[in-house]
């Protein structure tokens, strides 16, 4: 079991199509996953449904997983075109993503972690910096994930 001093990172994705949590479960162990991808997932509705608890590891970023929270909303995409990007969150998933974070932070902090050395991030953003000017340019991202910002988006909730 982990803890909160273990985490660095709040992760924020998109599912990137509009499948529901089973569609989700069939697709990860297509790809021999043994845990699930994110720790909480954001309905259209805005539901927050609990995927994986906090204190175990998910599979949400490659090389980041030990280290991080991993939450993501349905959509990210056109419906009619999931290979294209599109900031698909309704108001109710934008304010359950804020929730979501605020319970991930409330986790680290009882835990034993300290919300001033966490980062909240997009997973596009766990990108390698290719030219080494310590921004992730949008040439340089592996994927559009979660198709916003994250970063100033939330900022203000480290504070």
């Known amino acids: 079991m982990r803890t909160g001093k273990e985490i660095k990172t709040i992760f924020i994705h998109c599912t990137a199509g509009y499948s529901n949590l089973e569609g989700l479960k069939k697709f990860w162990k297509s790809q ?3 845990s699930p991808g994110y720790h909480l997932l954001i309905d259209l509705d805005g539901k927050i449904v609990e995927v994986q608890p906090f204190e175990l590891i998910s599979n949400g970023v490659k090389g980041h997983n030990s280290s991080s929270i991993h939450i993501s909303y349905v959509g990210g995409v056109e419906k ?7 900031d ?5 998933q934008k304010k359950s993503i804020i929730e979501a ?10 835990t034993g ?4 050395k966490i980062k909240i991030k997009g997973h596009r953003d766990a990108s390698p910096d290719k030219n080494a000017n310590g921004i992730i340019e949008s040439w340089e991202r592996i994927k559009e994930c979660p ?12 504070k």
């Open 32 to 34: 021999g996953w043994i």
């Open 113 to 116: 972690g300290s919300k001033a």
């Open 147 to 158: 198709s916003f910002d994250a970063i100033p988006e939330y900022k203000h909730l480290l």
């Open 101 to 110: 974070i605020k319970l991930a932070i409330q986790w680290i902090e009882k």
């Open 88 to 92: 698909s969150r309704t108001d109710k």
């Open 80 to 86: 009619k075109n999931v290979n294209q990007a599109l």
